[in-house]
């Protein structure tokens, strides 16, 4: 995921690890896709509020929950 995340060009390597982020079987696997995206800055809110939701790992849902903690100091969504 590191070396996707810093190499391909900027809107597909996104398109790769989102679509890794919603079908990977594997939540270590989605861990570091949505941590990758995270160190992009290029989580849409919506999926990373289904994630905390939905997602059926539960090491990945608190990540996304820690992800929309930190974005509820600037995002009014979250609140």
Known sequence: ?????SSEEPGHRQD?????????G???VRMAALD??????????DLLFEVALQD???SVRMRALEL???RGEEDR???
């Not at 995921?1 to 995340?5: F, G, I, P």
């Not at 790769?16 to 990977?24: G, S, W």
């Open 77 to 79: 969504r979250v609140k």
């Open 16 to 24: 790769l690890l989102l679509e890794v982020l919603k079908q990977d």
């Open 56 to 58: 059926t790992g539960p």
């Open 68 to 70: 929309l903690r930190e």
């Open 26 to 28: 594997d939540s270590e």
């Open 36 to 45: 990758a995206l995270a160190s992009l800055d290029a989580i849409p809110f």
């Open 1 to 5: 995921m590191e070396t996707l995340a």
